[in-house]
């Protein structure tokens, strides 16, 4: 994976949101409704927002240097939804279109 390619790009920023994804609902969350430290979720809420944004418009660079299809667009975006998802859609979807 490298940052000079559309698609390198998508793949790192794919993995590192889904990352805070991960932190965000299995640290941050529980830490703020189990404990009361609420400025974990505001911390790692920011910047997992920040990173979706940015996945959405390198997922729309990809998309339109690779000519990909709406449903193949839409799964990606779909797949940022939910846990574990970007990981899944890297490995299913992504990592095919390197070889």
Known sequence: MTLSTPLGRLRIIGLVEGISFLLLLFVAMP???MFGM?????FVGMAHGILFLIYILCLLQATLAYSWSWIRS???FVSTLVPFGTFVA???ILSKETK
């Open 31 to 33: 830490l703020k409704y």
């Open 38 to 42: 609420p400025q974990f979720v505001r």
């Open 74 to 76: 839409l799964l990606l």
């Open 90 to 92: 890297d490995y299913m």
